[in-house]
C-alpha cells in the first residue's frame, strides 16, 4: 500500500494543525498504523499509533494535544495537532502494516515498529 501525507505547516506556538495520509487502497482488518516524526539531528520517533484490535497510544509528549484517528470511507489517516510548540517541529511520517499480527510484531509508541509502508513526510514546523 502506497501512503501520502499532506498537511505540514509552518504554525505558531499554541496553533493547530492536522495532517492527512492517505492510503492507495482500503487497509482492513488487520492493521497497525501510526504516525512518526524526525526533527534534524535527532533519531526517528514514534507519535502515536492505532491498530485494529481498538488500541491506540503517544508519546508523553503530545499527549492531550495530539489525536491519530481514521476515515475507513476516505482510507485515510489523521493527526490533529493542537497547542504546537517549537519542540513539535519535525518531519512527520505515516506508516502502516496492513498485515500486521500481535503474535509476530508489537504495535506501539516506540519501536520496533511493524510498518511495512512509509509514506514521504510532511513538514511541521512551529515558531515561538
Known amino acids: 500500500v502506497k501512503l501520502a501525507e499532506s498537511g505540514g505547516d509552518s504554525v505558531q506556538a499554541g496553533g493547530s494543525l492536522t495532517l492527512s495520509c492517505v492510503a492507495s487502497?482500503?487497509?482492513?482488518?488487520?492493521?497497525?498504523m501510526g504516525w512518526l516524526r524526525q526533527a534534524p539531528g535527532r533519531e526517528r520517533e514514534g507519535v502515536g499509533f492505532?491498530?485494529?484490535?481498538?488500541?491506540?497510544g503517544y508519546r508523553e509528549s503530545v499527549k492531550g494535544r495530539f489525536t491519530i484517528f481514521r476515515d475507513h470511507v476516505k482510507n485515510t489517516l489523521y493527526l490533529q495537532m493542537n497547542n504546537l510548540k517549537p519542540e513539535d517541529t519535525a518531519m512527520y511520517y505515516c506508516?502502516?502494516?496492513?498485515?500486521?499480527?500481535?503474535?509476530?510484531?508489537?504495535?506501539?509508541?516506540?519501536?520496533?515498529?511493524?510498518?511495512?509502508?512509509w509514506g514521504q513526510g510532511s513538514q511541521v514546523t512551529v515558531s515561538s
Open positions: 487502497h482500503n487497509i482492513v482488518t488487520p492493521y497497525c
Open positions: 492505532i491498530n485494529s484490535d481498538g488500541d491506540s
Open positions: 506508516a502502516a502494516d496492513p498485515e500486521w499480527s500481535r503474535d509476530w510484531s508489537p504495535c506501539g509508541v516506540d519501536g520496533p515498529w511493524p510498518y511495512t509502508s
